[in-house]
C-alpha cells in the first residue's frame, strides 16, 4: 500500500509540473491525427526561436553557453558571472554530475562498493531445495473428476440456515461441526439415509503398499479409543518425527 | 476462531458450502504444490491498459496512438507525434458466486489496482524524410491482480484430503516407516508423524500398507480458506518508426515482475460425536513466489487508406526466473490415538532446520499473437472533424505452451517432475482465442465509449466451461493540452477450484462464477 500511495505522489507530482504548451488551442488527439514536430532549425537551418517551443535551446548540445547569456556577460562580466556555477552544477552542461562512471554517486553500485549491504533473506540456508511436487498422475484420473455428486441423489443433506460465530473453542472439529448442525450434527447427517455413499461400512481407508487399490482396515501402530466424544479442552504439542 | 471471521456479514444464510472469490485469478491451485494451474495464473491475462483502452474492450492493435501500444503492439506508438504523460489509477470490487458439492454462496471483494502509466515521446525528423517520426513508450502496467479471498465448506461421505498422503507413500512404495516419517516434509511425513496417516501391519509384523484416520464413510466436513496476495507488473519500453504515415512498425521490450503471495487452511472435522480416533485435521500451507521476466514485442499498422487500418502484433513468451519459498504444516487432533497431546502439530521446518523449501527455477510463458482492424472517422487536425472509432482485436495464446525448466542442469529429479509436468500442462489447457472490440463517438472535446472483451476458456477438460466476458464503457475530455478519461469495466467469469485432488479416489471442483467491476481514471497532459 506505501509503495501504491508513494507512485500515486510521485505521478501527481510529475503531472502537476508538466506544463502543457496546447492550453491554447486544440488539443491532439493522436488516435486521429498527430500533429507533427517539426525538427529543430539548427538542423534543418531554419531560426531556432521559431521552432523550439520547449525553450530549450540553450542548451542542445551545440551551445554551451545560451547567446543571450554570452550577450550579457560580455556587456558586464562580474554581476553575469554568477552564472558561472548554474552551468557548472547543472547536469545539463556537465556530463561529470550524471556520468555513473564519474559521478561520486557510483558507490551505489553493488559492484564497486565494497560495503554493500546484503539481503539476508538471499543467505538463509535451507535442506530441501526442490519443486513442489505435486502427484501429477491425479490429473489422468479424469473417471472420478466431480462424477460422484448427484444432487437428485440427496448429498445436499442440510438446508438449514446458520449463523457464524467467532468461537474461541480450542476444538476445531467440534466448532465445524457446530457450524454444520447447528446444535445437534445428527439433525443433518444420518449415513443410513439420504446419501449417495459409494463406501459403506468402513471407518478408515487403507493403501497396501505396492498395491494402489483400496482394502478394508487392519491393525495399526497408535492406540485406539471408542465411546462418544464430549467437548472441553484439549491440549497441544509439536510432534516428533516418529522412529521404528 | 478465526477460520470464519473473514466472512462478510451479508452472506446469504451458510449452506454446507460457502464461498468467497475473486476472479482476477483463473484455476486456483489446490494445493501449494507445483502444478498446472500455477503456470495458468501467469497466462491466462484479462485486457489492461489505459482508461480509454479499457473503455473499448482493450481492444488496440490496429488502432494504436494510445499508451497501452507499448504493452499491446509497439507500432500504435509511432503514431504519436507529440509528447504525452499518463497516470491511470485504478478501483475494482466484485460479487462472486460459487457452487460445490450442489450449494452455493456468494461474498465480494475489493482492492486499489492501476492501468497504464508513463510517459510518450515523439521525435520529429526532417521535413520530406520518408520516416516522419520515431516514437517511444515508457511506462508501467499491472497485467495481473492476484488479490483474492477462498473460503468454501462442504459435507464429504466419498473421499478424503488425507488419501493423497496415503497415494504419495504407495505410490513411492514406502516399506520403511522411518522413511514415511522423515522423507515427505511437505506432505506425508507430517501426516505421519502427527498419526493422522499410519501403517498397516501385516502378519510378521511387516508394513503391509498405511491408513488414514479420516472417517470418510461416515461424513467428513470439509473447509478451506484461501488468501492469495500480488500481482504481476510489466515495465514496457517500446518504439516505433512511422514511415509515409503509412506503415508504421514497432519493437517493445517488457520486463515482467511478479510477486505471489498464498497462504491456506483446510480443515477435515469428523461429522459424528462418535469417538473413533478421529476428530479434526488442519492442513496450513504457504508460498512465496517472487520472479522477473522478460519479453520482447514485435508489431505493424498499415494503412490502405484514409479510413481503414489493419495492425498485427506478436509478443513473445516472457522467460521468468522464479524462486518459490513454502512451508506446510499439520495438526491433528484424534481422540488419544497416537498417545498425548491431543493436538499434535508438526511444521516442515520441524524437518528442514527450520527453514521453509526454497526452490529456484524458470518459467516460460505462452507465444501470443494477435490481429486488429480499426476504421476512424476520420483522421482530420481539425478535432471538429475527428467523430469517432471503431475497432476490433483477435489474439490468439497457446495456453498449453507454457513450461517449466529447472534454473541448473543439476537435478534430475527437478528435472524429470518438470518433463511430466510440462506434458500435463500440454494436456490441460489448449489455445484460445480472445475477442476485444470497442468504438468511440467524439464531440470535439467530450468522448464516450463503449466496448467488450471475450477470453475463451483455456482447458481442454469442457467441464469447468471457463470463461470470461467484459463488458465496458466510459466517458473522455480532452482539452487545453489535458485529458482524462473514466471508464468502467465489468466482468463476467466462470472458473473451477479443486479442493484436492485424487489418484484413485473421487474428488469434485467447485465451480465459481464472479462478476467484477473494475473503475479506471486516466489523468493525462500533452507537452
Known amino acids: ?51 523550439d517551443y520547449r525553450g530549450n535551446r540553450d542548451y542542445t548540445g551545440n551551445n554551451y553557453y545560451s547567446d543571450y547569456y554570452l550577450r550579457f556577460k560580455s556587456s558586464n562580466y562580474y554581476r553575469w558571472s554568477t552564472f558561472d556555477d548554474y552551468y557548472w552544477y547543472n547536469w545539463r552542461y556537465n556530463t561529470y554530475l550524471y556520468d555513473p562512471f564519474y559521478s561520486p554517486v557510483y558507490y551505489g553500485n553493488p559492484y564497486m562498493n565494497p560495503y554493500t549491504y546484503y539481503n539476508p533473506k538471499y543467505y538463509t540456508t535451507s535442506n530441501y531445495s526442490g519443486p513442489r511436487m505435486y502427484n501429477l498422475n491425479t490429473y489422468d484420473n479424469t473417471s472420478k473428476q466431480g462424477t460422484y455428486y448427484n444432487p437428485k441423489l440427496g448429498n445436499n443433506l442440510n438446508t438449514t440456515s446458520r449463523t457464524y460465530s467467532n468461537t474461541t473453542s480450542s476444538d476445531r472439529g467440534g466448532f465445524l461441526r457446530s457450524v454444520f448442525s447447528g446444535n445437534s450434527k445428527s439433525s443433518y447427517y444420518n449415513p443410513s439415509s439420504g446419501n449417495n455413499g459409494r463406501y459403506n461400512g468402513g471407518t478408515t481407508r487403507t493403501f497396501d503398499s505396492g498395491n494402489s487399490g483400496r482394502s478394508s482396515s487392519g491393525s495399526n501402530s497408535g492406540s485406539s479409543s471408542s465411546g462418544s466424544r464430549s467437548s472441553g479442552g484439549s491440549s497441544g504439542g509439536s510432534a516428533p518425527v516418529r522412529k521404528f | 476462531m478465526e477460520l470464519f471471521t473473514h466472512f462478510s456479514k451479508n452472506m446469504t444464510p451458510f449452506s454446507k458450502s460457502a464461498i468467497a472469490v475473486s476472479i482476477f485469478v483463473l484455476a486456483y491451485s489446490a494445493a501449494s504444490a507445483q502444478e498446472p494451474t500455477d503456470a495458468l495464473r501467469y497466462s491466462y491475462l484479462n485486457p489492461s491498459g489505459s482508461a480509454r483502452n479499457q473503455a473499448i474492450g482493450g481492444a488496440g492493435i490496429g488502432l494504436g496512438g494510445d499508451i497501452t501500444n507499448t504493452f499491446l503492439n509497439p507500432a500504435g506508438i509511432a503514431m504519436f507525434k507529440t509528447n504525452e504523460f499518463v497516470l491511470t489509477p485504478g478501483f475494482s470490487f466484485g460479487n462472486y458466486k460459487s457452487t460445490y458439492l450442489g450449494n452455493g454462496d456468494k461474498d465480494s471483494k475489493s482492492s486499489f489496482n492501476f492501468g497504464s502509466t508513463g510517459f510518450v515521446f515523439a521525435v520529429p525528423n526532417s521535413k520530406g524524410a520518408k520516416w516522419r517520426n520515431f516514437s517511444f513508450g515508457i511506462g508501467l502496467n499491472k497485467l495481473a491482480d492476484f488479490n483474492s479471498n477462498i473460503a468454501l465448506s462442504g459435507l464429504n461421505n466419498q473421499s478424503s484430503y488425507s488419501e493423497k498422503y496415503l497415494e504419495e507413500l504407495t505410490n513411492a512404495n514406502v516399506t520403511n516407516p522411518n522413511d514415511a516419517a522423515n522423507n515427505f516434509p511437505y506432505g506425508s511425513s507430517l501426516a505421519f508423524n502427527t498419526f493422522l496417516v499410519d501403517t498397516i501391519s501385516g502378519a510378521g509384523g511387516e508394513v503391509a500398507g498405511y491408513r488414514t484416520q479420516a472417517t470418510t464413510a461416515t461424513g467428513l466436513i470439509q473447509r478451506e480458506k484461501i488468501n492469495t496476495k500480488g500481482g504481476l507488473s510489466e515495465f514496457g519500453l517500446a518504439g516505433g518508426g512511422n514511415l509515409a504515415d503509412k506503415f508504421y512498425v514497432g519493437f517493445g521490450l517488457g520486463i515482467d515482475i511478479l510477486n505471489y503471495d498464498r497462504t491456506s487452511t483446510y480443515d477435515e472435522a469428523d461429522a459424528t460425536e462418535v469417538l473413533n480416533n478421529f476428530n479434526y485435521f488442519t492442513v496450513d500451507e504457504m508460498l512465496k513466489t517472487t520472479g522477473v521476466g522478460i ?66 527455477y524458470n518459467y516460460r510463458s505462452p507465444w501470443r499473437i494477435g490481429g486488429g482492424v480499426a476504421f476512424v472517422f476520420r483522421e482530420d487536425k481539425d478535432i471538429a472533424n475527428q467523430k469517432g472509432f471503431v475497432t476490433a482485436d483477435v489474439e490468439w495464446v497457446d ?129
Request: aromatic fraction near 14%.
Open chain 2, 295 to 360: 519479453n520482447l514485442k514485435l508489431g505493424g499498422i498499415y494503412k490502405p487508406s484514409e479510413f481503414l487500418r489493419l495492425g498485427l502484433n506478436v509478443t513473445t513468451p516472457t522467460w521468468f526466473s522464479m524462486k518459490d519459498e513454502y512451508t506446510t504444516k499439520v495438526t491433528t487432533s484424534l481422540e488419544g490415538y497416537g498417545g498425548p497431546p491431543d493436538i499434535k502439530f508438526q511444521s516442515s521446518t520441524d524437518l528442514n532446520n527450520g527453514n521453509p523449501g526454497a526452490f529456484e
Open chain 2, 399 to 527: 495456453y498449453g505452451g507454457s513450461a517449466y525448466h529447472t534454473a541448473t542442469n543439476g537435478d534430475q529429479s527437478a528435472s524429470d517432475y518438470f518433463t511430466k509436468l510440462n506434458s500435463t500442462i500440454k494436456d490441460q489447457y489448449k489455445s484460445g482465442f480472445n475477442f476485444r472490440a470497442g468504438g468511440e463517438l467524439k464531440f470535439k472535446t467530450i468522448m464516450a465509449r463503449a466496448g467488450f472483451a471475450y477470453l475463451a476458456g483455456p482447458y481442454n477438460d469442457e467441464k469447468f466451461k471457463a470463461n470470461r466476458l467484459n463488458l465496458s464503457g466510459g466517458l473522455g475530455y480532452r482539452d487545453k493540452g489535458m485529458f482524462i478519461d473514466l471508464t468502467y469495466v465489468q466482468t463476467f467469469g466462470k472458473d473451477g477450484l479443486y479442493p484436492y485432488r485424487l489418484e484413485q479416489g473421487p474428488f469434485s471442483p467447485a465451480s465459481l462464477k464472479g462478476s467484477r467491476g473494475n473503475i479506471l481514471l486516466t489523468f493525462g497532459v500533452k507537452f
Open chain 1, 1 to 51: 500500500m506505501n509503495t501504491r500511495i508513494l507512485l500515486l505522489a510521485i505521478s501527481a507530482a510529475a503531472l502537476s509540473s508538466c506544463s502543457s504548451v496546447y492550453k491554447t488551442g486544440q488539443t491532439p488527439d493522436d488516435v486521429y491525427y498527430s500533429p507533427a514536430q517539426e525538427k529543430p532549425a539548427y538542423v534543418s537551418g531554419q531560426s531556432q526561436d521559431q521552432n
